[in-house]
């Protein structure tokens, strides 16, 4: 489509526009599609933890910016020049509900690895760039979403809760990656830091690989007891919290892990993490996405045990086919809808960001289509 617009109605985006400032209710005409670009109605968004790390100022984004970047729709119009498939091969049609990579890697770009496609330069990503103009469909606090052309999209069945279905294209695709990182999970012991939606998820991919035992430690005790309802066989309080009683914190080391895994990003747990690690054992961090205080490791320790550290950052395209899978065929199984504790309008992006950074509750859904 080469028309300036659309012929879609004008639509609504909530611009961000630094920390402590009102957020900012805008209406744009829907542009025409570029090349390869998919017009998507945007029907729910949820807010991922990196979103209330900008919102809250402790990470930076640029000074106008559509937030959200957990986002399913259905397509509304797809231009010519698309393959017409989705990541799976499967055609896809107008009225089809999608999930999509948080990322889009630029034509003509070569990834710095094939299996890390999210490190290419020039790298778009969903909820995280410059609003400008009527270039404003890019995040999912809006009516619309424009996907760009070589965005990794995947058809899902409409009987998906959309509170379900728009968490896949963050927290479960970056769990997915972290558990491609750590290879083996069937016959071992994993402990996981941090009971967010993250951890939890963790735990129920675990629990499907065939760990056979699953720990979560949390500095919210209140959040542990998800962690059985996800296949976790010991919930810890983290340590160090005050008022604890002696004894009800993490016993260290803990029954001496194969695999830990931190979604917390917090310094303190990720020493510890490696503190619990059996010989040969490895440490996968994923929570670090915020500016803190270096690690303190005993290099010593991680030599004579023979540890690895491998750190994840988002994710890559096996990993988004792969955690889309496990959400299909595991929905029903684990409580994944409960997660998302409190539903919230557009109009009500201010009381959603208020709620989700004061009281922490897993997750805070936005309703955007009806
Ligand atoms: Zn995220």
Request: glycine content about 10%.
């Amino acid at each position: 489509m080469n028309d300036l617009l659309s012929g879609f109605p004008p639509g609504k985006a909530v611009l961000f526009n630094g920390q402590g400032k009102p957020f900012e209710f805008i209406t744009r005409q829907v542009p025409g599609l570029k090349a390869g670009e998919i017009l998507v109605k945007t029907l729910y968004t949820t807010l991922c933890g990196s979103d209330i790390h900008t919102y809250c100022g402790r990470r930076l984004e640029p000074p106008h910016v559509v937030l959200g970047h957990e986002i399913v729709g259905d397509i509304l119009s797809i231009d010519p020049a698309h393959s017409g498939k989705d990541f799976r091969g499967e055609a896809i049609k107008v009225g089809d509900r999608i999930t999509w990579s948080i990322f889009s890697v630029p034509a003509g770009i070569t990834a710095p690895r094939a299996d890390m496609p999210q490190k290419s330069p020039s790298l778009f990503k969903y909820g995280h760039v410059l609003a400008e103009g009527d270039d404003v469909f890019n995040g999912g606090l809006a009516d619309y979403c424009i996907l760009r052309s070589n965005t990794a999209l995947i058809k899902i069945d409409a009987a998906m809760p959309l509170k379900v279905a728009a968490t896949i294209s963050c927290a479960h695709s970056t769990v997915m990656g972290a558990i491609r990182v750590a290879a083996e999970i069937s016959g071992k012991k994993v402990l996981v830091f941090g009971a967010g939606l993250l951890g939890l998820s963790c735990l129920a991919m675990c629990k499907e690989a065939g760990a056979t035992a699953i720990g979560i430690t949390d500095v919210d005790p209140t959040r542990l007891h998800w962690g059985e309802k996800f296949g976790a066989t010991a919930a810890y309080a983290y340590p160090g919290v005050e008022g604890l009683p002696p004894g009800e914190g993490l016993p260290l080391p803990w029954p001496e892990a194969d695999i830990v895994f931190d979604m917390s990003g917090n310094p303190q747990a990720m020493k510890m993490g490696i503190d619990s690690l059996a010989v040969g054992g490895c440490a996968i961090w994923i929570g670090a996405v915020f500016p803190a205080k270096p690690v303190e490791i005993d290099a010593q320790k991680v030599v004579r045990k023979l540890l690895q550290i491998r750190g994840l950052h988002n994710y890559n395209y096996e990993d988004f086919v792969n955690a889309t899978a496990f959400i299909e065929d595991n929905y029903k199984k684990y409580p994944f809808e409960e997660l998302i504790e409190k539903e919230y309008s557009l109009d009500d992006i201010e009381e959603a960001f208020a709620f989700a950074s004061n009281s922490k509750p897993v997750r805070v859904g936005i309703k955007i289509g009806e």
